[in-house]
T-cell receptor, first 113, second 112 residues
Framework: DQQVKQNSPSLSVQEGRISILNCDYT??????FLWYKKYPAEGPTFLIS?????DKNEDGRFTVFLNKSAKHLSLHIVPSQPGDSAVYFC????????????FGKGTKLTVNP | DGGITQSPKYLFRKEGQNVTLSCEQNLNHDAMYWYRQDPGQGLRLIYYSQIVNDFQKGDIAEGYSVSREKKESFPLTVTSAQKNPTAFYLC???????????FGPGTRLTVT
């Protein structure tokens, strides 16, 4: 049973436009959410997180939105750059992050120059 | 420079052999984790440790073993009992379980 779902395996956008990566979850106990970026043959790097007490968190070009009623979160990248091309993983945890992280399968983003 | 190191980056073994993957961190983090990634899959938790000399099984611990004798080191042994050992293995650490995890560069293990 997949508790964290990233339904789009891939996404392609033009440089300078907005990239929107989506993530859905089923476990209502999740209250802490993270996005990681991963290049091939490298470890994931932490991008941004959000607690369930917020509905938005922003860090530079990256913004994460959380819709608790829909059990949905999204990562917006504006403007997209070719260096953003990578696989993006959504992850969730319960009890303020003290429970184990559950990862989605990832979305491969390609930003075309 | 603080970080997590995993060695080697590529590892080849014959079926039936045990192999140990190294993970070292100098971030002074208490918690350490081992994940496995297969093509088209998310990261799956193998083992984790919150403190020295203590560790817990994750979702897919069968065929693996770990030790945590030092705060900075968390080696993973892939035993011959692991049915599908060929994968990309990632080690991570965090200040404690409430904080974001930082990952090492990974080890690609190929067993033939």
């Amino acid at each position: 049973d997949q508790q964290v779902k990233q339904n789009s395996p891939s996404l392609s956008v033009q440089e300078g436009r907005i990239s929107i990566l989506n993530c859905d979850y089923t476990n209502s106990m999740f209250d802490y959410f993270l996005w990681y970026k991963k290049y091939p043959a490298e470890g994931p790097t932490f991008l941004i997180s959000i607690s369930s007490i917020k509905d938005k968190n922003e860090d530079g070009r990256f913004t994460v939105f959380l819709n608790k009623s829909a059990k949905h979160l999204s990562l917006h990248i504006v403007p997209s750059q070719p260096g953003d091309s990578a696989v993006y993983f959504c992850a969730a945890s319960a009890q303020g992050g003290s429970e184990k992280l559950v990862f989605g399968k990832g979305t491969k983003l390609t930003v075309n120059p | 420079d603080g970080g997590i190191t995993q060695s080697p980056k590529y590892l080849f073994r014959k079926e039936g052999q045990n192999v140990t993957l190294s993970c070292e961190q100098n971030l002074n983090h208490d918690a350490m984790y081992w994940y496995r990634q297969d093509p088209g899959q998310g990261l799956r938790l193998i083992y984790y440790s919150q403190i020295v000399n203590d560790f817990q099984k994750g979702d897919i611990a069968e065929g693996y073993s770990v030790s945590r004798e030092k705060k900075e080191s968390f080696p993973l042994t892939v035993t011959s009992a692991q049915k599908n050992p060929t994968a990309f293995y990632l080690c991570a650490s965090s200040r404690d379980r409430s904080y974001e995890q930082y990952f090492g560069p990974g080890t690609r293990l190929t067993v033939t």
